[in-house]
């Protein structure tokens, strides 16, 4: 299957040049924003709008900074070391998830501080709405032409126009992706959530679901080529750091449901 090459560019106004991956992310922070509006409105909830408003921009601030210094530490910090200005070109890519979940852990901790609330409600509202803006940020991973997954024979495996992914049909793991951590884990967080739990059992499974479903997909992801295989043929760094996100993801739900504070 060919790749359908689209322009990383979306809209070419000569000095100002907007990218289709800069458009994703600004797709799920609207939709978040949306979405946390409503769930906010809830009594049990009982977020305000000015509050909702606020936690955006503090995660959208999380989020860019976490993502970008995560992606700059964790994957690639020899080359940024002698290429300091490429850290500004976020919209060529190059964002870490688990750089921006640790972003917007600090972001939340401010947040929390300002308006006075505990930190695992604010978690357990917000986690649903997060696989919105990860599918989002995949599909701006292909469209980039970027993270495409090992040499497949399977019908719907594509060849990628960039040089380095070697003109052989490959894995879209960007799609795989946006299609488990996105669509699924929005459905599963959204449907067990429209229900009271447990404080933590919410955050708990968004971060059991996401591990889950990353070190799955790295099994088909081919990981990036400075770093490689970190062990047995196949261990990659999106499996290691997505290993403390399942452990404490488990450790999360079963907190929640020894105390069974149902605040949620």
């Known amino acids: 299957m060919s790749y359908p090459d689209i322009d990383p560019v979306a809209l070419n106004l000569g000095v100002l040049k907007i990218h289709w991956y800069g458009i994703s992310y600004v ?6 924003w949306v979405l946390l509006r409503y769930r906010g409105a809830q009594t049990r909830w009982n977020f305000s709008s000015e509050q909702v408003s606020d936690l955006i921009f503090y995660a959208m601030l999380g989020i860019i900074l976490g993502g970008r210094l995560g992606s700059v530490i964790f994957y690639n910090l020899p ?10 070109y976020i919209q060529q890519g190059g964002m870490s998830f688990h750089g921006g979940l640790i972003g917007v852990f600090v972001a939340v901790w401010f947040f929390c501080h300002k308006f006075n609330k505990p930190f695992f409600k604010v978690t357990d509202f917000i986690a649903p709405v997060v696989p919105i803006g990860l599918g989002s940020g995949r599909i701006g991973n292909f469209i980039n032409g970027e993270l495409w997954g090992a040499p ?6 594509m060849i990628f126009p960039a040089e380095a992914a070697g003109g052989i049909p490959r894995h879209p793991s960007q799609l795989y992706e946006a299609f488990l951590e996105g669509l699924v884990l929005f459905i599963i967080l959204w449907l067990f959530s429209a229900r009271p739990r447990p404080v933590r059992a919410i955050s708990g499974l968004f971060l059991l679901g996401y591990g889950s479903f990353r070190f799955a997909v790295e099994f ?12 047995f043929d196949w261990l990659t ?28």
Do not use: K, N
């Open 237 to 264: 760094i999106g499996q290691i750091l997505s290993i403390p996100m399942i452990l404490a993801g488990l450790v999360l739900i079963v907190m929640a449901y020894r105390s069974f504070d149902t605040q949620q």
């Open 152 to 157: 497949s024979d399977l019908p719907w495996a």
């Open 220 to 231: 088909v992801r081919l990981p990036d080529a400075h770093i490689g295989y970190l062990a």
């Open 79 to 88: 080359y940024y070391l002698q290429h300091p200005i490429e850290v500004f």
């Open 27 to 32: 797709v799920g922070i609207l939709a978040a």
